[in-house]
Structures are given as structure tokens and as C-alpha cells.
């Protein structure tokens, strides 16, 4: 492949071309780059280039230019309605807290910026007037499919640990493996991800978990999140990869593999850990593919709860060679399929009768009404009533009868 052109869109071309003519050499950089020589479809297209925020406000004079991160050297340009971040040559001086640099440089030039970056295949630019500008054998190693540092790997991961995250993340992205000494200092280092900002960590573990090769990532470089999650079963790879690209069921499998806790120490929104927490515990329990198990899953998960929980069981079993297991996840989906199909009911909206119904009958506002209703509806679950008007009525009378009755028979035995 000849590796030496990209097609930039129009508008973002138009943006360093204005910069250009200004006399501000601009690029497009980094993680775009990197994707347009792969025929990946870049996320976003970043630019950077030798002119300072100021110097930025000059060149977009009467232009929509917002500060979005000054002290960084970013600048957010407004054109049309759409945003394009760019970003001063910068250099950066010594590293604080394995995270933070002391101080940022700007009147850098375009070498000493792609210095400061992580992989080497992150650190390609290109504009349409230069071409491509490879200062660090990028597209050697892009060509290898490899991720090596931008200069000494103890040193770049040591100023910023988040570095070992994101190697594992772009692992499981682009199916790249680890140059050896990147890969060594990575598991010599990777106790300092815990000196990380955890919501920075989740947001690597979460595009790890997305990525396409998610499975191998995590049989190779698993053991790099030792810090931030406890050991993963060797099952738990190939179980990810069995599962269907969705972040919430990636997550029950990691949580069956090794508990709930990283959930909230790495902070995962509430209702994602919620979700994956609930669905894996129902990976504990033993597998049931009968009806009433069925509409209880979707009683206590929800249907897309469910889903989940039905396609991390099939991811686990599969990954465990768990033949008898494989078998019953697969006639939980067709239960589940079925049920869903013919409408089965599984939750309080569903019933035919409503608290209105069960205050007609007799019974006083307050939380007999919902026990009553929870009573009808495990019935209906069971199988033991149908969910029909007339039905649920006529086992409302009843079981309101028997409830008075057992209510004075404990009277008199008092
Ligand atoms: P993605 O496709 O996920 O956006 P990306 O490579 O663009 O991948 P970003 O996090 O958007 O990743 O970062 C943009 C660029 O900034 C990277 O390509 C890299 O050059 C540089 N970069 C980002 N984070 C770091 C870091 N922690 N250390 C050094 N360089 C970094
Ligand atoms: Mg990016």
C-alpha cells in the first residue's frame, strides 16, 4: 500500500488551508491519520498547528472561535454549525502525577508535538500541502500492525500511566499487538493505573470491551488492569468475544468473571453497572429454560435486561465449553422468543386488572392493594391463571376470601 496520501474531507482541508495561508502550517494528526491509512473511518479529525490561541484569533477573526481548552492550546472553530478542534504545536514539560504535565509549551514545532504522543502510529500528520509527515517510523509500524512508543516506554508510560490503558484499548480496536519493549514496560508498569483517574481508566476499559478484537485484547493484555480489576478467569476472553457487540453485556460477562466491585470503583454510570450487576447475577444462578423462568427473567430484568443476561449466559457457556449449558441458554432464547411472541405477561402493567380492580373488591387503599396485585401476577407467571379480565376478577374475590379467613383464624388462635 502506498501509505501516502489521505483524503481529507473538503471543509476540514478549507479550516488549514486558512491557516496555511496565514502562514501557520496546520496538519491533521493523530488518531485520524492513523485510521484514514488503515480505511478505517476516522472519528474525528483533529488539527494542530504552529499558530498559538492568539495567534488562532487573528486568522478566524470574525469567525466563531470558542476557548474550549486554552491552557492546552485548544481551540474549537465553528463553521457552518460544525466544530473542529485544533490544537497549537505543543511540547510538554516534566510529568507531575503520572498523568499531568507540570507545564504545556507552546511555539513548538510540529516534531517536538508528535514527540509528546503516545504510539508511533498516533503520531502521523498530514496536510495536503506537506503530505504525510512520519517523524517516528509510524508507518512502518502501522504496516506491522504494531504499538510502539513514541520514544523510551518506561519514560512515556511512566509521565502518564493511562498510556498502558490505552495501548490494551487500541490492542482490542485495531487487532495491533505490542512491540516487545512497549509490551514489557507496559506489564512492568501497569501497577500505576491505579494512580489514574478512574473515570479515565473505564472510559479505556469500556472502547476495549467495544473493540472487534475485544477477546484477544483481554487473553494478552488482560493482566495489565491488574491495579483496577481482580484476576481474569483465562475463560473470560473468549467469552467476550462470543458475545454481541454491546458494551452491557461485556460488562455481565466481566462481572461473572470477576465480581461487581470494579463497577463502582472505576465509577460506570449507575444505570449501566445496575444493568450488568443484575444480569450477572443471574449467570450464578442455574440455568432454567422453562416458561415461568422465562417470564420471571423479564419480571426482574426488562427485556433488554433479559437480552442481556440470555446472551452473556450463551457467551459464558460457549467460552467454558459448557455443552449442556450451551444447550439450555439457547432454549432460554427461544423460550424467551416465544414468550415475547405471544405476549406473555410478565409485569404489573401488563395484568388485565389494575389497584382501582382491587379497591372495588373491597380492599383498603394502602400496600395490601400492590401485595394483592404481586400475588395475581406470580400466579399468572406460574401459569396457574390466565391473565384475562373475567379471570383475575373472579381469583380476586377468592383470594381476598381466603386472605379474611386466614386473617381470623390467626385472631383466634391469638
Ligand atoms: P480515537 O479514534 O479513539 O479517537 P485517537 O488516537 O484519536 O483515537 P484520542 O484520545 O482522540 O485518540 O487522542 C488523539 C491523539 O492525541 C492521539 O492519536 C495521540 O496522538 C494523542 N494522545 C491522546 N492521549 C494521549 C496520551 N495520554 N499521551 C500521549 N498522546 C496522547
Ligand atoms: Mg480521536
Known amino acids: 500500500m502506498a501509505y501516502r496520501t489521505i483524503d481529507v474531507p473538503q471543509d476540514v482541508s478549507a479550516v488549514l488551508e486558512t491557516l496555511w495561508r496565514a502562514g501557520y502550517p496546520a496538519y491533521v494528526v493523530g488518531g485520524c491519520v492513523r485510521d484514514s491509512l488503515l480505511g478505517r473511518v476516522p472519528a474525528d479529525w483533529d488539527i494542530c498547528t504552529a499558530a498559538t490561541p492568539d495567534e488562532m484569533r487573528a486568522v478566524f477573526a470574525g469567525e466563531t472561535l470558542i476557548a474550549t481548552g486554552e491552557k492546552h492550546g485548544t481551540m474549537t472553530l465553528v463553521r457552518c454549525g460544525v466544530p473542529y478542534e485544533i490544537t497549537a504545536f505543543r511540547s510538554e514539560g516534566e510529568y507531575r502525577d503520572a498523568r499531568h504535565p507540570e507545564c504545556v509549551r507552546f511555539g513548538a514545532t510540529l516534531k517536538e508535538d508528535l514527540a509528546r504522543r503516545d504510539f508511533t502510529v498516533n503520531a502521523l500528520a498530514f496536510s495536503p500541502r506537506d503530505g504525510l509527515v512520519d ?107 462470543a458475545c454481541p457487540d454491546d458494551l452491557t453485556t461485556r460488562l455481565a460477562v466481566l462481572v461473572h468473571a470477576c465480581g461487581e466491585g470494579f463497577l463502582y470503583s472505576l465509577r460506570f454510570p449507575g444505570e449501566t453497572a445496575f444493568a450488568a450487576a443484575a444480569a450477572a447475577a443471574y449467570l450464578n444462578a442455574p440455568p432454567d429454560a422453562s416458561r415461568e423462568s422465562v417470564r420471571r427473567t423479564l419480571h426482574r430484568l426488562g427485556v433488554h435486561g433479559a437480552q442481556v443476561y440470555a446472551a452473556a449466559r450463551a457467551a459464558v457457556c460457549a467460552a467454558k465449553h459448557d455443552d449442556a449449558g450451551t444447550r439450555e441458554a439457547s432454549a432460554f432464547w427461544s423460550a424467551m422468543r416465544t414468550a415475547l411472541a405471544e405476549g406473555d405477561c410478565y409485569s404489573l402493567a401488563q395484568l388485565q386488572v389494575n389497584g382501582t380492580d382491587v379497591m372495588e373488591a373491597g380492599v383498603r387503599p394502602g400496600r395490601d392493594v400492590g401485595r394483592i396485585l404481586s400475588r395475581l401476577l406470580d400466579e399468572v407467571m406460574r401459569g396457574i391463571l390466565l391473565n384475562e379480565r373475567s379471570v383475575l376478577l373472579a381469583r380476586l374475590r377468592t383470594m381476598i376470601q381466603e386472605e379474611s379467613a386466614e386473617d381470623e383464624e390467626s385472631e383466634t388462635v391469638r
Open 135 to 241: 517523524e517516528f517510523e509510524g508507518i512502518v509500524d502501522l504496516r506491522a500492525h504494531l504499538l510502539r512508543c513514541v520514544g523510551q516506554a518506561e519514560q512515556r508510560f511512566a509521565e502518564d500511566a493511562l498510556r498502558i490503558a490505552r495501548a490494551a484499548r487500541f490492542v482490542a480496536q485495531l487487532g495491533f499487538s505490542m512491540e516487545p519493549a512497549t509490551e514489557r514496560a507496559a506489564f512492568a508498569q501497569c501497577g500505576m493505573l491505579s494512580a489514574v483517574s478512574p473515570e479515565r481508566v473505564r472510559a479505556e476499559l469500556e472502547r476495549l470491551l467495544c473493540g472487534a478484537y475485544a477477546g484477544a485484547a483481554l487473553r494478552m493484555y488482560g493482566g495489565l488492569f491488574a491495579a483496577v480489576l481482580p484476576p481474569l478467569p483465562a475463560w473470560t476472553g473468549d467469552a467476550v468475544a
